[in-house]
């Protein structure tokens, strides 16, 4: 039962899912994610008018998408704002223990030279 196929998008041998008998592509994620894309475009191609249909005609679905995609936006910001902020903390520790590393390592190295002149 267990029969090695080969993965229709790498070219890799695998074992096909027990539940999925016409698996044809390997469960690795790009080839999953490339299946998905691939299903899509086909979907679409058969499916033209969809999203246009679904559009135009059903305007408190794109009034639910406006406002998910603003939400989303504004999540996205406050989010950027606080990877910023923490990010800049960081920056300044980062850059404080660099220059005391930097001045102490100065400071060794001339204390080293007067001693050997
Ligand atoms: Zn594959």
Not at 71 to 84: A, D, F, P, V
């Amino acid at each position: 039962m267990t029969e090695e196929r080969k993965c229709e998008i790498c070219g890799k041998g695998f074992i096909p899912n027990k539940y999925r008998p016409n698996q044809s592509v390997c469960s690795s994620v790009e080839c999953q994610y490339q299946r998905q894309l691939t299903n899509m475009a086909k979907w679409r191609g058969r499916n033209p008018n969809y999203f246009r249909y679904k559009e135009t005609r059903d305007s408190s679905w794109r009034e639910t998408c406006r406002s998910r995609s603003l939400e989303w936006r504004k999540k996205h910001k406050e989010y950027l704002k606080l990877y910023r902020d923490a990010h800049k903390e960081r920056h300044r520790n980062y850059m404080r223990d660099y220059m005391r590393e930097y001045r102490k390592r100065k400071g060794l190295d001339q204390g080293q030279a007067e001693k050997g002149e």
